[in-house]
């Protein structure tokens, strides 16, 4: 994601499945096709129905395949998520296990049915084929579970804490915030962050952190608990953690509305973009997702500012930022969107004392 770009992978399996007889072919698909990802945190999904005797992929490719992408493709994949294994999945990671490092092998996560992604991913906007949903339907009704068949299988559950942060509305935050509209997520992570160390560390919100720590983290920020970053050393934690806070919201900070009207941004002549984008932002922007984007790019620009040795351009954050501050309602992200998305947030952060003065 990160769009957390989870539906790259059934384009990717899409090309192996067709081409896998070309191995160098097949590799440089690959390889063309994650690069336009991996340097901003990233999410796999592997749909594994569908595989049979004259698809499978030898074992020999798979295994060279694994050896010949490096480091770059492997240290921004935040979870290799395994959807509806079957044992023959489970037979091939437990041969490969031995040999892969220790630290990829904690980004891989078996998901039996389609409901459990949702707490991970926008699962909206992943494009699963149609006969991978019927097949989950049917294990499901195997499982003989009332809650798996509800219609609201997929949909946001109710908040269990009155101090929910993650995947509520902006409006539930600040009201059970004593009507402050920038979340203590926001805030304390905001705060860690403020600082020479972490904006002066290179590569800072562009490198991932271990999931089992974030989702801790996100526990004790759901339930109202204290949340000392020191305790996990690792500046990267509070950054995963800021935009994770925003990729699960309930509505994009930029508002679903305003969607149609950023899609045609880009194609505004230089003249009219900056009238346009102060528009956006202080008229049609709802107050309190005024004050969360404000507050946010405050930060933002000071890390620009240390561009220099963060390596954190305008452009790079936008990359990073953009897909987790706007995504349609209900329609599958493209790379075509979401170069619109990064356009947007980029013009953003370079006018910031501009667009954002009343």
């Given at each position: 994601m990160s769009l957390e770009r989870e539906n790259v992978f059934d384009v990717i399996l899409k090309a192996v499945v067709e081409t896998w007889g070309s191995q160098s072919i097949c590799e440089k698909y690959l390889m063309h096709t994650l690069d336009q990802f991996v340097e901003a945190d990233y999410t796999l999904v592997y749909f594994h129905y569908g595989l049979n005797s004259r698809n499978k992929l030898p074992l020999s490719w798979l295994w060279e395949a694994y050896r010949a992408f490096g480091r770059k493709y492997k240290k921004n994949l935040k979870a290799l998520y395994l959807v509806h294994p079957t044992n023959f999945i489970r037979f091939v990671w437990r041969l490969f296990k031995p040999v892969i490092s220790a630290k990829f092998g904690k980004k891989v996560m078996y998901v039996n049915y389609l409901h459990e992604l949702k707490q991970h991913l926008h699962f909206d906007q992943l494009a699963i084929p149609k006969p991978v949903l019927e097949h989950d339907k049917k294990l499901v009704a195997i499982a003989k579970n009332p809650k798996l068949t509800s219609s609201s299988s997929f949909h946001t559950n109710l908040p269990s804490f009155e101090t929910q942060q993650f995947r509520v509305p902006i409006s539930y935050i600040k009201e059970h915030n004593k009507g402050d509209p920038i979340p203590r997520v926001m805030r304390e992570c905001i705060a860690y962050l403020d600082n020479d160390n972490a904006l002066e560390t290179e590569g800072i919100f562009r490198r991932s952190a271990n999931t089992k720590i974030v989702q801790e983290v996100q526990s004790l920020f759901d339930e109202g608990k204290p949340v000392c970053f020191d305790d996990y050393g690792d500046i990267h934690v509070p950054a995963v953690i800021l935009k994770t806070f925003l990729r699960e919201l309930d509505e994009p900070i930029l508002t679903f509305e305003l969607y149609d009207e950023i899609m045609t941004f880009q194609e505004l002549t230089s003249i009219?973009?900056?009238?346009?984008?102060?528009?956006?932002?202080?008229?049609?922007?709802?107050?309190?997702?005024?004050?969360?984007?404000?507050?946010?790019?405050?930060?933002?620009?000071?890390?620009?500012?240390?561009?220099?040795?963060n390596k954190m351009t305008a452009s790079n954050l936008a990359i990073v930022f953009g897909p987790n501050l706007l995504w349609a309602r209900n329609k599958q992200a493209s790379l075509f969107s979401i170069t619109k998305i990064n356009h947007f947030t980029e013009f953003l952060l370079k006018y910031h004392d501009l667009i954002f003065a009343k």
């Open positions: 009219e973009k900056l009238p346009v984008a102060k528009s956006l932002i202080l008229h049609r922007l709802p107050e309190d997702n005024y004050e969360v984007l404000h507050y946010l790019f405050e930060f933002l620009v000071k890390v620009v500012d240390r561009s220099d040795l």
